[in-house]
T-cell receptor, first 113, second 114 residues
Framework: KQEVTQIPAALSVPEGENLVLNCSFTDSAIYNLQWFRQDPGKGLTSLLLIQSSQREQTSGRLNASLDKSSGRSTLYIAASQPGDSATYLCAVPKVVSDYKLSFGAGTTVTVRA | NAGVTQTPKFQVLKTGQSMTLQCAQDMNHEYMSWYRQDPGMGLRLIHYSVGAGITDQGEVPNGYNVSRSTTEDFPLRLLSAAPSQTSVYFC?????????????FGSGTQLSVL
């Protein structure tokens, strides 16, 4: 059974510092990994999707890396801003032949001005 | 473009009551799903649909029913509410691009069962 873990559950950083968010998964046979952002009282918004054949995916200040063999992904957010304060969740398919996703519990980020 | 619309945003029920959470999407997506989010846990799939008239169970289906009579709508019914169903519920619609599924979420319904 695919299990997804995100540590730490929460972190607080001063504005301008780079953010490093971790995601680990138990079954490395995945097609892709997705990172989502959730603002308080809102639904999830997709940030990045990394294919299993890729090692990195970038969008603006966001960079996600994927190491399938070790079951890890890292989301880097450069030069953090107060607007980056949110909960970030990662998700992978439960089994390689299925689209259903297993989600991590998320890391709640606070960027202090 | 409204995307995925969920109603109501908040609901309080008494144990044993029934209710329907509404979900509508205007993106003509084939796939729709319901998740629940509990503190300290990731989203868990309740039910999903791969098209009008086709539904299937997810990870935690007990106590919930769904139907999909149109592409746009995917209501979630709580048959007899229990305190264990206190949670935040999210509806999502999606499309598939090869092995990838692109999900679009509604803003959620916060449900309390007393």
């Amino acid at each position: 059974k695919q299990e997804v873990t995100q540590i730490p559950a929460a972190l607080s950083v001063p504005e301008g510092e780079n953010l490093v968010l971790n995601c680990s998964f138990t079954d490395s046979a995945i097609y892709n990994l997705q990172w989502f952002r959730q603002d308080p009282g809102k639904g999830l918004t997709s940030l990045l999707l990394i294919q299993s054949s890729q090692r990195e995916q970038t969008s603006g200040r966001l960079n996600a890396s994927l190491d399938k063999s070790s079951g890890r992904s890292t989301l880097y957010i450069a030069a953090s801003q107060p607007g980056d304060s949110a909960t970030y969740l990662c998700a992978v398919p439960k089994v390689v032949s299925d689209y259903k996703l297993s989600f991590g519990a998320g890391t709640t980020v606070t960027v202090r001005a | 473009n409204a995307g995925v619309t969920q109603t109501p945003k908040f609901q309080v029920l008494k144990t044993g009551q029934s209710m329907t959470l509404q979900c509508a999407q205007d993106m003509n997506h084939e796939y729709m799903s319901w998740y629940r989010q509990d503190p300290g846990m990731g989203l868990r799939l309740i039910h999903y649909s791969v098209g009008a008239g086709i539904t299937d169970q997810g990870e935690v289906p007990n106590g919930y029913n769904v139907s999909r009579s149109t592409t746009e709508d995917f209501p979630l019914r709580l048959l007899s509410a229990a305190p264990s169903q206190t949670s935040v519920y999210f509806c999502a619609s999606s499309y598939r691009d090869g092995p990838n599924e692109k999900l679009f979420f509604g803003s959620g319904t916060q449900l309390s069962v007393l």
